[in-house]
């Protein structure tokens, strides 16, 4: 039961250049979320899907993608990065929208530098 | 606006007690999380207030106040392996979580 995973964990892209970060979960959850932390913010969400086919914007959505053609990935694309995407980036999962004390899981993160 | 406030870094010494504050105003409220993070790694669930009051686990305590939009983390017998930052983040009237800047908790010996 390897939880949220990441790939890549680590990457550098030059001003213009796209990529698209995975995110996967063994957890069986409906719901996933993209994140980015920055020093002294908190994390802000990005775009999320409350099931398999279905994405949503979140706070912070501009110059991002996602798609959710599985349930158990999420894909966060960039299609021409900024070094204002430079950032750590988080997905979480969980098994519903929030009920009671349900909590999210998070992936490792994902460094991204844009140069 | 949506705000959470909590100070961005303290210092305690190992085996003390640290009191970890969080103020928040936020359109609703359906609950509120403390979150441990350590340098590098993911955030991990510590503990999870709905009603007024103090929820003990282990070491750990969480309070919380709806009326004073207020909550605190309480950490006891301090260890080195404590030194991390520490996120609030309340649920909203949307159940999406709004998250605070987080506090760096520094442990000495």
């Known amino acids: 039961n390897a939880g949220v995973t990441q790939t890549p964990k680590f990457r550098v892209l030059k001003t213009g250049q796209s990529m698209t970060l995975l995110c996967a979960q063994d957890m069986n959850h409906e719901y996933m979320y993209w994140y980015r932390q920055d020093p002294g913010m908190g994390l802000r969400l990005i775009h999320y899907?409350?099931?398999?086919?279905?994405?949503a914007k979140g706070e912070v959505p501009d110059g991002y993608n996602v798609s959710r053609l599985k349930k158990q990935n999420f894909l966060l694309g960039l299609e021409s990065a900024a070094p204002s995407q430079t950032s750590v980036y988080f997905c979480?999962?969980?098994?519903?929208?929030?009920?009671?004390?349900?909590?999210?899981?998070f992936g490792p993160g994902t460094r991204l530098l844009v140069l | 606006g949506q705000n959470i406030d909590q100070p961005t870094e303290m210092t305690a010494t190992e085996g003390a007690i640290v009191q970890i504050n969080c103020t928040y105003q936020t359109s609703g409220f359906n609950g509120l999380f403390w979150y441990q993070q350590h340098a590098g790694e993911a955030p991990t669930f510590l503990s999870y207030?709905?009603l007024d009051g103090l929820e003990e686990k282990g070491r750990f305590s969480s309070f919380l106040s709806r009326s004073k939009g207020y909550s605190y983390l309480l950490l006891k017998e301090l260890q080195m392996k404590d030194s991390a930052s520490y996120l609030c983040?309340?649920?909203?009237?949307?159940?999406?979580?709004?998250w605070g800047a987080g506090t760096k908790l520094i442990i000495k010996p």
């Open positions: 983040a309340v649920r909203d009237s949307n159940y999406q979580l709004i």
């Open positions: 899907s409350v099931g398999e086919g279905t994405t």
């Open positions: 207030n709905v």
């Open positions: 979480a999962s969980s098994f519903s929208g929030g009920a009671g004390s349900e909590t999210q899981y």
